[in-house]
Nanobody, 122 residues
């Protein structure tokens, strides 16, 4: 069992940066792949980034590649999403999730946080 709590969201101007954190509880955090997803108002939830349990491999949606960086610190049971050069279209609720393996398919993730809101103003 893994419980996830996101933080770090907020309001930022276009071109700015934010770093999201996802703190996990549970002794087996290091055995899970971790993903970030987002859901904008009126839209379906979409994949943003994922990282393998060891941190050695990452996977990004094309829309954020080169701007966002996912990382994890297994000693702190925390996964991060560094978001640079933010755009208004990045506005959404951001969720972290834990799953068995590295994938962009949200249905393969068993545990989810409650989300943190990110608003990018133009």
């Amino acid at each position: 069992q893994v419980q996830l709590v996101e933080s770090g969201g907020g309001l930022v101007q276009a071109g700015g940066s934010l770093r999201l954190s996802c703190a996990a509880s549970g002794r087996t955090f290091s055995s899970y792949a971790m993903g970030w997803f987002r859901q904008a108002p009126g839209k379906e939830r979409e994949f943003v980034a994922a990282i393998r349990w060891s941190g050695g491999r990452t996977y990004y949606a094309d829309s954020v590649k080169g701007r966002f960086t996912i990382s994890r610190d297994n000693a702190k049971n925390t996964v991060y999403l560094q978001m640079n050069r933010l755009k208004p279209e990045d506005t959404a609720d951001y969720y972290c999730a834990a799953g068995a393996y590295l994938t962009g398919n949200q249905y393969e993730y068993a545990y989810w946080g409650q989300g943190t809101q990110v608003t990018v103003s133009s």
